[in-house]
């Protein structure tokens, strides 16, 4: 089974300032066939489901703002959000839909400094 | 609009058995793969089980593997989950959440439901 390893577990960031969440998967989620990471990453907010963020590890969603982005390949993923606002407080998820079981990282709750 | 609507939960004892249901509109689940996913109260997300559109083979985690089963309805566009032999670990907020990969069970999840509340306590 892969296993999906966030870090950090939590972090603080100023409004106006970059925040980056780190994803690693215990195997490759890279598909050689079409060379496409299956990689996703999810927001959850209290009380809400979960939306999607990325798919394809940088594929950003349908209506998600500009400042979320996706990075890296293999093993290794970011989450990037450029500006945070305050709407961003939330828990985020990766999650690789590569091959069952289709494992989530344990989350990383992001908080205003 | 794609909207998914989960029922069936409840409070259950212990090795007692609940069949989830997931009403979807706006699109056909028998051309999606769908998902249950169920995240334990204050704890993180958990994939449970997918099955892929058409004729595609179900899909479960180890932890709920020969209990849960998956399955759906294409006349009544429902995805359903039986869950039996329940235990107090089970208890969580169950979503339902669509593949975005047309009918491939491997896929990103979106959208998802608002989710059922399943409890399992003597």
């Known amino acids: 089974d892969i296993v999906m390893t966030q870090s950090p577990d939590s972090l603080a960031v100023s409004l106006g300032e970059r925040a980056t969440i780190n994803c690693k998967s215990s195997?490759?989620?890279?598909?050689?066939?079409?060379?496409?990471?299956?990689l996703a990453w999810y927001q959850q907010k209290p009380g809400q489901p979960p939306k999607l963020l990325i798919y394809w590890a940088s594929t950003r969603g349908s209506g998600v703002p500009d400042r979320f982005s996706g990075s890296g390949s293999g093993t290794e993923f970011t989450l990037t959000i450029s500006s945070l606002q305050p709407e961003d407080v939330a828990f985020y998820y990766c999650?690789?839909?590569?091959?069952?079981?289709?494992?989530f990282g344990q989350g990383t709750k992001l908080d205003i400094k | 609009e794609v909207q998914l609507v989960e029922s069936g939960g409840g409070l259950v004892q212990p090795g007692g058995s609940l069949r989830l249901s997931c009403a979807a509109s706006?699109?056909?689940?028998?051309?999606?793969?769908m998902a249950w996913v169920r995240q334990a109260p204050g704890k993180g997300l958990e994939w449970v089980s997918s099955i892929s559109g058409r004729n595609g083979g179900p899909h479960y985690a180890d932890s709920v593997k020969g209990r849960f089963t998956i399955s759906r309805d294409n006349s009544k566009n429902t995805v359903f989950l039986q869950i039996n032999s329940l235990r107090a670990d089970d208890t969580a907020l169950y979503y339902c959440?669509?593949?975005?990969?047309?009918?491939?069970?491997?896929?990103?999840?979106?959208?998802w439901g608002q989710g059922t509340l399943v409890t399992v306590s003597s």
């Open positions: 195997q490759s989620v890279l598909y050689s066939s079409n060379n496409k990471n299956y």
């Open positions: 999650h690789h839909y590569y091959d069952p079981p289709y494992t």
């Open positions: 706006g699109f056909s689940v028998n051309d999606y793969g």
């Open positions: 959440a669509k593949g975005d990969r047309g009918d491939y069970a491997n896929s990103w999840l979106d959208p």
